[in-house]
């Protein structure tokens, strides 16, 4: 009761605030965005923190327009591959900017694009030189930030009580938790322009214990150097890090390019190494490694990482990586870094104005052998102690033509190979067709390239995207994407194929208010258990969704306002089974206060599992939740973001789901809470310095 | 006995058809129960964003019967005041009879931004009496509203009742207050018709899709024309009537099982 007075005495006080002025979209908010579309269509979620700090430090860094590579515009990852050319042509065709309006002139960029881009560019006429580093400068106007986060659920789940059976049972002491419910970490940032980046991250999930008998201390640290620039070095990382090369089907660690709503952006960029500085406790190296320039636009990269990771081993073998980073129970802990990986690799890349080729090779290394327990659909998968895998890829640009791809093989001669174009016929039309082929026996650790599943094997298909602006204030995209698994896949007991499109139609009708239309259809493969057979069979699970999108925003307050529908049919002569969500946004930037604060109401129904739903929600910094839900109930949360003083900010966010289905408990097992409510509540301490 | 029987058999029946309707929610004044989004008609315990519209104070009752029963109906009774600030109302609604009744009074506050959008909000407490143990059980929860205007023919109205999901517990049973998420729009094709649509969902109910036309045929006179769905297909009509600064609102919807449902509503409007 206590807890809805507040909260309704916090919309009062909101209602009773200034008439509204206009508010200038934050740089977090225009982050938020740009993710939320990228990853609406995407069951998971890619790592937020990694995206929101390179778009943050660009941000802080802005390229100026009138001095920059094609290698630099990639960083905005919003912009297609053709944008960033038009972009390049405008420059080389006209010559250097006048001022930030002229962008409007550029083909194939609409308002959108253009406001997303505002906060990462700027135009000067003169070029930044890249100056000596001297320790004085570093220490004096060098940035520092220190980040604590907290968060717990309200409620208790059964892996922190006490379990009668437990006691004097050995084998059941596994099953609890060793730590409290709170989670906890503590990250340290440094960076001095653009040329030294340095920091550290401790981290201990919910669960973990905390200089207990598990640990002393938190459960994983991380931390990391990155010197740009030095000398004949474009890059020098030690300490963790990730590599991308080429399109990903060699070395990809970062996040992916898949399929979104941003139809054409399915092209690999951000090339090179870079710092790793998420709370991710797998996908990152450990080491060092330095990018050289070499005379005549050649350049090279190599690397070195050795780290231990975790996985269940048995008479000296292991069957399956444990990528979770979780280590709450004894099971758990006794998976924690019992093997020991290093992966050494490099690339060497031959870069014009035209042109672009690389070549690069990997070996990964296991002191013990890796044998996966063997079924129908894990046939192919590696197994052995070492691996090597090389790969060529290119990129082309003529006139309005750009063609892209990449050609890999494993030790085992087994070949990848990702193709393709982006066209720009008309100023109006954008258009990308990308064919892969991954062969079922090629599979490799650390490829991530444009996949139907998250495994980049055992797959061909065909993708085409198309983005046109029809009239003024429209944009019309849509993609196809016909795909086949030459091979059992997990869940799925036989080869098959499927399809994928997306059409969505956006109207931006000025500054202030936009909306959108979003379709999808799929026609996935799964097995589907039927009474009369014994064995599961393979089925088409068609999925049929619509999305409608509306964001107005009038002086302080912003809204947004959606509504999703979905029915799915698993085989042909089966019913239909339906989900439905709709949710009311409400968000508003105090004038007089340095405060802001989110409000979400949101009501879903979808009983089956099959239609569940996924919607974005506003959280702390550096989280992102795309929550899923089914069943029926509601969830509600409030977010808020206060500005201490110019060194602390503040975030809060306590968010509660209540189901209406009279379920009497969520989730299973360790995880399991009695009840039909969950409470989420999450504490973001900054401290600039 | 037997008409105690009657009566909770009515009564659960009609509870199991408009189970999104509750029977201490009032009715609103709009077509169809299409209020959400509606800027010119305000209702008790409607969207409470609409309030911010309110250019004068006003009075108001209503009375709402079903079905030709008397103990199925509802009163109610809205005071709304307003001014340059904030405008405020307090209602009251009533529904019941001597062994089981329920009473809503709410408190509630909206305002209108640049005529741009409104926002509301109103505190409900929620009385039930239950005969078993004799005594009355109450809950206070909130209603949150907003309104936004795309121009001076469009808008969107969002309002949502008791969103926490707020309950009644006693020791022998537990008495569930309605939770609703209502979203719809107003259309003017002209000054004097007016389309309105809503969807409603009682949070474990089915969904309601209800629109109608408001058309002001003269002055003094309006026609109200509009359906429902919710599991039945119902057909509403009604009229409003102005005299002065008297405002009359007659509804009535056809239920195809139950029958005719009545509705009046008569507000007195303040000179500024």
């Not at chain 2, 006995?1 to 199991?16: D, G, N, P, R």
């Not at chain 2, 003094?220 to 769905?229: A, H, P, R, T």
């Amino acid at each position: 009761m206590k807890r809805i007075v507040v909260l309704c005495c916090l919309l009062f006080l909101l209602i009773n605030a200034a008439y509204a002025q206009d508010a200038s979209t934050t740089i977090d908010q225009t982050i938020a965005d740009i993710f939320e579309q990228w990853s609406a269509e995407s069951e998971e979620v890619p790592d937020y923190q990694t995206f929101y700090e390179e778009l943050e430090f660009l941000a802080e860094n802005p390229i100026n327009l009138n001095h920059t590579s094609r290698e630099e515009l990639s960083k905005m990852l919003f912009l297609s591959d053709v944008q960033v050319e038009n972009i390049l042509a405008y420059l080389y065709q006209y010559g250097p900017m006048e001022n930030i309006y002229e962008l409007q002139l550029i083909d194939g960029l609409d308002m959108t694009d253009i406001r997303r881009m505002l906060p990462f560019v700027m135009v000067k006429k003169e070029k930044a030189v890249s100056e000596k580093i001297y320790r004085y400068d570093v220490l004096n106007y060098g940035k520092n930030e220190l980040y604590m986060m907290f968060n717990r659920d309200a409620e208790t789940r059964q892996g922190y009580q006490a379990s009668v059976s437990s006691i004097g049972d050995s084998t059941n002491q596994g099953k609890k938790y060793v730590g409290s419910p709170w989670y906890h970490s503590a990250k340290y940032r440094f960076h001095f322009k653009d040329r030294i980046l340095a920091g550290m991250t401790f981290e201990k999930d919910a669960g973990e214990s905390f200089f207990g008998s598990a640990h002393k201390g938190y459960d994983s640290y991380s931390g990391y150097l990155q010197i740009n620039r030095l000398g004949i070095f474009k890059t020098i990382v030690l300490g963790d890090f990730r590599a991308n090369f080429g399109q990903g089907l060699v070395m990809k660690s970062d996040f992916s390019m898949g399929k979104s709503s941003y139809v054409l952006n399915v092209v690999s960029r951000n090339e090179g190494l870079k710092k790793f500085s998420s709370t991710d406790e797998y996908n990152f190296f450990r080491g060092g490694g330095a990018t050289i320039r070499l005379p005549r636009n050649w350049e090279t990269s190599v690397f070195y990482s050795n780290k231990m990771i975790d996985a269940d081993t048995v008479g000296g073998v292991f069957s399956s990586i444990y990528k979770t980073g979780y280590h709450r129970t004894e099971n758990e802990l006794n998976k924690k870094h019992t093997i020991c990986q290093q992966v050494a690799g490099g690339n060497i890349s031959w870069r014009l104005l035209w042109l672009q080729t690389g070549i690069t090779f990997v070996h990964t290394n296991f002191d013990q052998a890796l044998v996966p327990e063997k079924t129908t659909y894990n046939r192919f998968y590696f197994s052995g102690k070492a691996q090597n895998t090389a790969g060529w890829n290119y990129r082309v640009h003529w006139q309005k033509l750009n063609l892209f791809g990449e050609a890999a093989v494993t030790g085992n001669f087994h070949p990848a190979l990702l193709s393709g174009f982006t066209l720009s016929p008309l100023s109006l039309v954008n258009l990308v067709a990308v064919y892969r082929y991954y062969s079922p026996e090629y599979d490799t650790f650390y490829a991530l390239a444009l996949s139907e599943t998250s495994r980049t094997n055992n797959e061909s298909g065909l993708y085409l995207g198309a983005e046109i602006n029809p009239a003024k204030k429209w944009k019309i995209s849509a993609y196809a994407d016909s795909y086949r698994f030459p091979w059992p896949k997990y869940g799925i007991d036989a080869p098959s194929a499927g399809k994928d499109y997306l059409f969505q139609t956006d109207f931006s009708a000025h500054r202030r208010l936009s909306m959108f239309w979003r379709f999808r259809h799929s026609n996935k493969p799964a097995n589907i258990s039927q009474e009369n057979s014994v064995m599961p069979v393979v089925k088409a699970v068609k999925k049929n969704s619509l999305r409608y999108q509306l964001m107005y925003s009038q002086g302080n307050f912003s809204f947004r306002t959606a509504a999703e529908g979905n029915m799915v049919q698993k085989g042909e002569n089966a019913d239909y089974t339906y989900g439905l969500t709709a949710y009311q946004d409400l968000t508003y930037e105090f004038s007089s206060l340095p405060l802001k604060l989110d409000f979400r109401y949101q009501f879903f129904d979808a009983v089956a599992y099959e239609n569940r739903l996924y919607a974005y929600e506003k959280d702390v910094l550096y989280a992102f939740s795309i929550p899923m839900y089914y069943g029926i109930g509601s969830r509600y949360y409030l977010n808020l973001k206060y500005e201490l003083n110019r060194q602390f900010t503040l975030w809060f966010k306590i968010a509660q789901t209540v189901y209406a289905d009279d379920r009497e408990e969520i989730s299973s097992g360790n995880e399991k809470i009695l009840g039909n409510k969950i409470t989420d509540v999450k504490f973001l301490l900054r401290f600039n310095f | 006995m037997k008409k105690m029987l009657c009566l909770l058999l009515i009564a659960s029946t009609v509870s199991q058809i408009f189970p999104q309707i509750s029977s201490i929610i009032p009715v609103s004044s709009s077509i169809a129960g299409t209020s959400v989004a509606n800027t010119g008609l305000r209702s008790e315990f409607q969207n409470p964003a609409m309030l911010g519209y309110a250019k004068n104070s006003e009075i108001g009752m209503q009375h709402e019967n079903r079905y030709a029963l008397s103990e199925l109906s509802t009163n109610s009774f809205q005071a709304l005041l307003s001014t340059n600030a904030i405008n405020a109302d307090l209602s009251f609604s009533y529904f019941g009879y001597s062994l089981y009744h329920e009473m809503m009074t709410g408190l509630g506050f909206g305002r209108n931004f640049s005529d741009k959008f409104a926002l509301g909000v109103r505190f409900n407490y929620y009385m039930a009496y239950f005969s078993a143990s004799n005594s009355y059980r109450g809950a206070l929860f909130p209603q949150i509203g907003l309104s936004y205007r795309f121009s001076s023919l469009f808008s969107l109205g969002f309002s949502t009742f008791n969103p926490f999901q707020t309950n009644i517990k006693t020791d022998f049973t537990q008495k569930r207050i309605p939770s609703i998420f209502s979203l719809g729009t107003e259309y003017y094709f002209s000054p004097e018709l007016v389309w309105l649509a809503q969807i409603d969902r009682e949070i474990s109910s089915n969904y309601r899709l209800a629109t109608g036309f408001e058309y002001q045929m003269l002055q003094q006179v309006s026609l109200k024309l509009g359906v429902y769905d919710a599991g039945y297909l119902v057909p509403c009509g009604g009229c409003g009537l102005k005299w002065n600064r008297f405002l009359l609102d007659i509804n009535c919807e056809l239920h195809p099982l139950l029958g005719l449902n009545s509705y009046a509503g008569l507000r007195y409007i303040f000179s500024r």
